[in-house]
């Protein structure tokens, strides 16, 4: 069997629990899909799971629900590629039901989970395990990475080709960085033989040291340990070079600075196989944010400055950042109720991320709404899962969001189990109403009043 | 009124004005022989340290007892604390007994602030992590005061690792505030990178002390050679020790203490008669007795709870 794939966009399988495809006419609402093309008011059949019909005043076909979504937005569904569901081990944090309901919510029809668990998803038989789980339990589709090395150790490469072949769609050391560049080109010359691409965390820890947030005039004014921008360009930089050596593919996780968006740039335009991805957080947040050592503004990478911001924003106009990702990372109550320095690094942010998005980056036109659409759903595709598209004979994924309802992020009220938001407190306008990942209603929320006609 | 005092920032040189003031007067009680006012009698003043120290907890400690007031000294070694109590029910355990105040020493930056927002009591930020330690500066401030008179204009240089000194930080906070000019200056690998944002100089030589009326020196921690902030101890000394060729006739040295003798500081200063050394410790009581009145006296208990009558004797 051959298992080298020169495109590294082999088909890729995701998991969730079983589901009634739906039979449901969205009337009305304006379908916005800049890769089909799509910018207008229509009517949306999906039949049997399938994007059907669109059209003016479509029947209803018997059985169906109809929903009126006048006035709201039909967007393609999200894909997120970088989410910790923290199962195995942290159940107690999320588990595969509540972070993919999370993800719903978010209008997420497709998630990617790090493998950052305990134990580490760095074996075929916990990967099988936990698809297994996630066909029980996910109430989207959902995609799982396995580590590059074992136990995240940084030393030996884990079964990269059995893992796989046993689902995994991509690699990554999320929650930590490769640090020998000698395991990080094998694992580059070992992706030939595996596929997937090598998703990595960026730090030099020798540069990061203690750091707790970006270093900078706010961490010189309360005291805290530094992370400087350059902690993540470096080791970008060194992995760009190795990519380009070894001919391999690569996904930068979570971009926060300035400088290390200028390593890929340049990477890019000398033909490396190198994309990237920031988080909502990042894009709309800076270090300003952490004066008050709120522990929800916690977060590796930090928030950085504003230049680092503008900067991001700019990229994720161009296309230099491919897609945006949450890096949603659930964390216990009682582990965020302490210092800013003891508390663990993380923020949740699935529920909140188009919103939040929305928000800050359309609304003052930073970034054109379609763009920004494009860019909340290309994730995915990154990892070789077809991008979804609102078009006829797609499998329904997509999701309806209310671009005026104003609401308050609450200190509770999540679907994740977890409550440490990074937007908690703001008010964001923007609403996911209803969620259909592949075929199958995933979220409605609750207050919605739906036009049901019997 | 002031509620806590967690940060300098949080001060406007009229607060400051007005503890030093105070502080003023309470060293004329410090002067007699019974050193003792009854202004707290009955309140409850909360010492939690979670950090070894020597002289800002037992002059908090005698700033309470000369107020009258009732104090608890909780010590993280021994403790809940030790036991892995959380800081959180650490600060609720010790709110059921309705302290007026809680003093906290903590070793990580915003500990004071979160217990702020987790007791009702008054709450003094002690020193925490490498943030604040506010109670240093307004000490600093009144013991220059009491020898110079008026601090407007003062060129103060603080020198040493600045990077990891929060006494460093609140100091040039309270000085800017009070209309002081000041430089900071220590090895490049311990200045933090942007802290010219709170209002001071940088500079990496001692080359224009010359400048300074007031040179402030920090505290050399022995650890930090092992982390090759600085390549030796000898490199730093020759180059950031303050010494008798370094300090002028007309300055003033000042440094919080403890003092590493042959580091930071040559012996000759610390015992020459520019050294306000000692006159910093005796400026602790009065100060920290200030600042419990500032945020006590006149603040009656809290809403709902029938105020106890001065008079009643306290459980003990």
């Known amino acids: ?454 | 009124m002031m509620r806590h005092l967690l940060s300098v920032d949080d001060l406007t040189r009229a607060d400051i004005e007005r503890i030093l003031g105070r502080a003023a007067s309470f060293a004329e009680v410090s002067g007699r022989e019974i050193k003792k006012v009854p202004t707290l009698r009955g309140r409850t003043v909360i010492n939690l340290f979670y950090e070894a120290s020597t002289r800002t907890s037992s002059s908090f400690e005698l700033a309470a007892k000369r107020l009258s007031a009732d104090l608890v000294s909780v010590k993280s070694s021994g403790s809940a604390v030790d036991k892995g109590e959380s800081l959180k029910d650490t600060v609720q355990t010790l709110s059921a007994y309705d302290p007026a105040a809680i003093v906290i020493r903590s070793p990580h930056a915003g500990a004071a602030a979160l217990v702020a927002r987790w007791s009702r009591a008054a709450v003094i930020n002690a020193g925490d992590g490498k943030h604040e330690h506010p109670t240093q500066a307004l000490l600093d401030l009144y013991t220059l005061k009491r020898r110079v008179g008026a601090l407007e204009g003062l060129r103060v240089w603080i020198v040493g690792d600045v990077l990891h000194s929060r006494v460093a930080r609140s100091g040039i906070l309270a000085f800017s505030r009070m209309g002081c000019e000041v430089t900071v200056c220590g090895p490049p690998t311990l200045v933090p990178r942007g802290i010219e944002s709170l209002g001071c100089e940088v500079r990496t030589t001692l080359d224009e002390l010359g400048t300074a009326d007031v040179v402030y020196a920090l505290r050399m921690q022995r650890e930090r050679m092992t982390g090759s902030y600085v390549p030796s101890l000898r490199e730093y000394a020759a180059r950031y020790q303050i010494d008798g060729r370094r300090l002028g006739a007309n300055q003033l040295l000042m440094h919080p203490g403890p003092v590493n003798r042959g580091v930071e500081l040559a012996s000759e200063v610390i015992d020459s008669p520019q050294a306000l050394i000692v006159e910093q410790v005796e400026s602790g009581v009065v100060v920290r007795m200030a600042v419990l009145y500032e945020l006590l006296a006149g603040r009656g208990a809290p809403a709902g709870v029938p105020a106890r009558p001065a008079t009643e004797p306290q459980p003990a």
């Open chain 1, 1 to 454: 069997m051959n298992r080298v794939d020169a495109s590294g966009r082999r088909e890729v399988e995701l998991d969730r629990a079983p589901v009634r495809p739906a039979t449901v006419l969205i009337r009305g609402a304006r379908l916005l899909d800049r890769r089909a093309g799509l910018d207008g008011r229509a009517d949306l059949l999906i039949r049997d799971g399938q994007i059907a019909e669109l059209g003016d005043s479509l029947a209803a076909p018997e059985g169906a629900e109809t929903i009126d979504a006048e006035g709201l937005h039909a967007f393609p569904g999200f894909v997120d590629p970088h989410v910790h569901l923290r199962t195995p081990g942290r159940e107690d944090e999320e588990d595969l039901d509540s972070g993919t309901r999370a993800a719903a919510a978010g209008g997420y029809c497709a998630i990617l989970a790090q493998p950052n668990t305990e134990p580490v998803v760095d074996s075929a038989p916990v990967l099988r395990s936990l698809r297994e789980r996630a066909r029980a339990e996910a109430r989207i589709p959902s995609g799982f990475l396995a580590a590059i090395t074992v136990g995240q150790r940084g030393e030996r490469l884990t079964e990269m080709a059995e893992l796989a072949d046993a689902g995994a769609v991509g690699f990554t050391d999320d929650g930590l960085p490769v640090r020998s560049a000698g395991v990080m080109r094998q694992a580059l010359q070992y992706q030939r033989l595996a596929g997937r691409p090598l998703a990595l965390h960026e730090e030099d820890p020798s540069l990061s040291g203690d750091g707790v947030m970006h270093e900078g005039e706010v961490s010189a004014l309360l005291g805290l340990a530094g992370i400087p921008s350059v902690s993540e360009s470096v080791l970008a930089a060194r992995d760009c070079s190795l990519a380009a050596y070894e001919g391999g593919r690569i996904h930068v996780q979570h971009v926060s600075a300035r400088e290390t968006i200028e390593v890929i740039e340049r990477a890019k335009a000398a033909g490396t196989q190198v994309t990237c991805e920031a988080t909502p957080h990042h894009l709309v947040l800076t270090d300003d944010a952490v004066r008050g050592l709120d522990t929800n503004l916690k977060m590796n990478p930090p928030l950085r400055g504003e230049s680092d911001r503008a900067a991001l924003i700019e990229a994720l106009r161009s296309g230099a950042i491919d897609c945006v990702a949450t890096d949603h990372a659930p964390h216990a109550r009682e582990e965020k109720e302490q210092p800013f320095e003891l508390a663990p690094m993380g923020v949740t942010g699935l529920e909140t991320a188009f919103a939040a998005l929305h928000t800050e980056l359309v609304l003052p036109g930073l970034i054109d709404l379609r763009v920004l659409v494009e860019r909340m759903t290309a994730g995915g595709g990154l990892f070789g899962l077809p991008l979804p598209r609102i078009e006829v004979g797609a499998p329904a994924n997509l999701c309806l969001a209310d671009l005026d309802a104003e609401w308050e992020v609450g200190e509770s009220g999540y679907e994740s189990r977890s409550a440490n938001c990074a937007f908690a407190g703001r008010r964001l306008t923007g609403r996911v109403r209803i969620t259909i990942a592949a075929g199958a209603v995933a979220y409605r929320e609750r207050t919605f009043a739906l036009g049901a006609v019997a």
